[in-house]
């Protein structure tokens, strides 16, 4: 195993100074024999960890497959990643959890965690083998219809109770259906303008609300997945000064982009939950300043071109995000290292459990980190992406920062900024 | 001039007010024994319907035949795109046939955008889903102004199902450029959401018709669709027709030069009683006649390489 030496690298952006990385970990000297990376100017932080990606393997390997995503996820400065369920077969057994886990393994870019469905197929009617997963090889914690809400509250309640067993969290995309039958953006000022059916914001608050109270009452772990609105904020704020064991995430596109893009009828602006107002993304940014909303999580969703060339109604919802997910948090956050690392890398890995991740960079450490070049610009070319799909929305748009190099324990799966394989 | 019409937002009010001018003397024509001009001789026009529309689909096939265009029909049922070829390969297909106009009707809102970035030709919103029909807008305009004399200060409430009405979003876009106070009639659940924020400041809302037609110039009836009950945007047909329907002890309320519209069609007993629909103050089969010279206006200032 090739040790590496780091040299003059700002750690969390603090004084530069040397990282040498030795067997998997973080070291101290001697350097013998190590291989030097001069790092001037380049800022370490932990390997990022995210808690919501689609990865489309089994089922769509043309927009995305588990090596693609993976590869993509180095890039991004990722050193796991957790892969949603709603895969085709959708991952509610404990064959297709391993499947995807094997897959990641394999690939050896970054940790691949399954995310097990809380249903069967996703239906919303009877509860997955939730242990069977638990207890696979892939050991899956979390467990998500996403896509899909849970919406029959006695099911969410049995899913919440039930995972107590084995320290399982549900992670819920918290949408009513009955409120966005037909719903194809945020409903406001915009969609109305366009004619284009609207997603109350009430249909996220209304389901955050009912599941921090049953995870209340029957003191269970919530997640509450990319969380969009301002009056979700308010509601989250008031469940945590309860003590309610929730936690929260945001995307990095709902903390800029808003509905108002909406307005070019280019689907690639559609996703789900939709973009929100400016008013919406000001919460959105104070709430994850102030912690009410725990982690960044990228919703990654790579669509293939036919699913996003077409009309908006019948456009799939998503963008893909996992390769510009640092940079728009950093235009969003600033230079915030410490924030940025918490938000991005250590809260993740705590709300998933997943050791060996999201820890400092201290000796005996890990050595999963990243290296990133805060002075660079970058403009986004969607033909550039590592990523199968292309359906970004940033393109053509100068981002702050570049992730340099990332490494996974003490192994670099990315080096000046490209993928070592 | 414009390239495309996929909005009535498109129109600044002197190039409606052209379009407008343009009608009156296309419908001029109407009244020849040759009801046809040369102007777009040689060029083609697609009327691409992925929605049936009989009544929109002949005014426009008539209103390019008549500036002698050569027309296409192409209706999604039965073709390719029943096969499941996407607007995108259609327009690439429409583009390699020389279009140099397509008129597209589509149940998704946007759908005339869309296809504006892919071919070179004008794009001409014959109306697509809940968003717009902004060649209704202008036929109507050219009706409450050959009625009327004038758009600028005229009161015209639209009443009932707006939220679901690209007829209803075209006309205020329109009339307000063009200087008409705009009020939108209807029970609530069926007044879109910031509506004059969405559309046009001058815009008002009530949810009484009878407090709102003693100051309307216009009257413009909104077809409601009857599975609308069903979803429950109100109680009941008769409750609708009660609180919202134009009768006839309600058209007595109107001013004495009042009229009233419908883009059609009608639920007779309804939205409109028989006796309003057929009054003298209704125009409803005017506006069939003025949509053909309100297409021929538009077909011809876009296509004609005029102004």
């Known amino acids: ?94 064959g297709v959890v391993e499947q995807v886990w094997r897959l990641g393994r394999e690939a050896g870019l970054v940790d691949v965690q399954p995310i097990g469905a809380v249903t069967v197929g996703l239906a919303g009617k009877q509860l997955a083998e939730l242990g069977a997963m638990a207890t696979s090889a892939a050991n899956v914690r979390i467990f998500s219809d996403d896509g899909f809400c849970v919406a029959d509250p006695r099911l969410m309640r049995r899913a919440l109770e039930y995972v107590k067993a084995f320290d399982g969290i549900i992670a819920q995309h918290a949408e009513e259906p009955r409120l966005t039958e037909g719903a194809q953006m945020h409903e406001g000022e915009v969609s109305t303008r366009l004619g284009l059916t609207g997603w109350p914001a009430v249909a996220e608050e209304a389901i955050i609300a009912r599941d921090v109270l049953l995870a209340e009452h029957v003191g269970s772990r919530l997640h509450v997945c990319h969380v969009s609105t301002a009056g979700s904020v308010e509601v989250l704020r008031q469940a945590k000064a309860r003590g309610v064991r929730v936690t929260a995430e945001v995307t990095p596109h709902h903390l800029l982009l808003t509905d108002e893009l909406a307005a070019s009828y280019d689907p690639v602006y559609k996703v789900n939950p939709p973009l929100r107002t400016a008013s919406d993304v000001r919460a959105l940014r104070q709430a994850l300043v102030d912690g009410v909303i725990d982690i960044v999580a990228t919703d990654h969703a790579p669509h293939a071109v036919e699913d996003k060339e077409c009309e908006w109604a019948y456009a799939r919802p998503g963008m893909v995000g996992l390769e510009t997910a640092l940079p728009v948090v950093l235009s969003v956050l600033g230079e915030q290292w410490d924030l940025i690392a918490e938000r991005m890398s250590r809260a993740p890995a705590r709300i998933a459990g997943l050791a060996g991740h999201g820890t400092d960079l201290t000796v005996g450490s890990p050595a999963n980190l990243t290296l990133v070049d805060p002075s660079a610009r970058r403009v986004v070319d969607p033909s550039g992406l590592a990523s199968r799909s292309r359906n970004t929305p940033y393109a053509g748009t100068t981002l702050p920062g570049r992730i340099v190099a990332t490494f996974l324990r003490g192994e670099p799966t990315v080096l000046d900024g490209k993928a070592v394989k | 001039m414009i390239k495309h019409l996929r909005s009535a937002a498109d129109l600044d009010a002197e190039t409606a007010t052209l379009i407008l001018d343009t009608a009156g003397e296309m419908a001029a024509l109407a009244g020849r024994e040759v009801k046809k001009l040369p102007t777009l001789r040689g060029r083609t026009v697609v009327n691409l319907f992925y929605e049936d529309s009989t009544r929109t689909r002949i005014s426009f096939e008539a209103a390019a035949k008549r500036l002698s265009a050569d027309v296409i029909n192409f209706s999604a049922k039965g073709s390719s795109v029943s096969k499941g070829e996407s607007l995108k390969d259609t327009a690439l297909t429409l583009q390699a046939m020389g279009a140099d106009a397509v008129v597209i009707r589509h149940p998704a809102s946007g759908a005339p955008h869309r296809l504006a970035s892919w071919v070179d030709g004008s794009v001409i919103n014959a109306g697509d889903g809940t968003h717009e029909h902004p060649t209704q807008a202008l036929l109507d305009a050219y009706t409450m102004r050959s009625r009327l004399g004038t758009l600028a200060g005229l009161n015209v409430a639209i009443v009932g199902d707006v939220l679901h009405s690209r007829v209803a979003r075209s006309n205020v876009l329109l009339l307000t450029t063009l200087g008409a106070s705009i009020t939108l009639v209807g029970p609530p659940t069926l007044i879109p959401v910031d509506i004059a924020a969405a559309l046009s400041p001058a815009t008002k809302v009530s949810y009484d018709l009878d407090s709102v037609l003693p100051g309307a110039d216009v009257v413009m009836m909104l077809r409601v669709q009857t599975e609308r009950m069903q979803d429950s945007f109100f109680p009941s047909a008769r409750e609708y027709s009660r609180r919202y329907g134009l009768d006839v002890a309600r058209m007595r309320k109107l001013p004495e030069h009042a009229i009233v519209m419908h883009p059609g069609p009608m639920n007779r007993g309804m939205e409109i009683a028989p006796e309003v629909a057929d009054s003298t103050r209704s125009t409803i089969v005017e506006q069939v006649a003025n949509g053909v010279s309100a297409r021929m206006a538009v077909l011809y200032l876009l296509l004609g390489g005029k102004a």
């Open chain 1, 1 to 94: 195993m090739t040790a590496y030496l780091i040299k003059g690298v700002r750690l969390l952006g603090g004084d530069p100074a040397d990282l040498l990385i030795a067997d998997g970990v973080i070291a101290e000297g001697p350097a013998d024999g190590a291989e030097v990376i001069d790092a001037e100017g380049l800022v370490a932080l932990p390997g990022l960890v995210d808690l919501h990606t689609h990865l489309r393997e089994p089922g769509r390997e043309d927009a995305e497959t588990v090596e693609t995503g993976s590869r993509a996820a180095a890039l991004g400065g990722y050193t796991a990643v957790f892969a949603m369920a709603n895969t085709s077969p959708v991952a509610d057994t404990a």
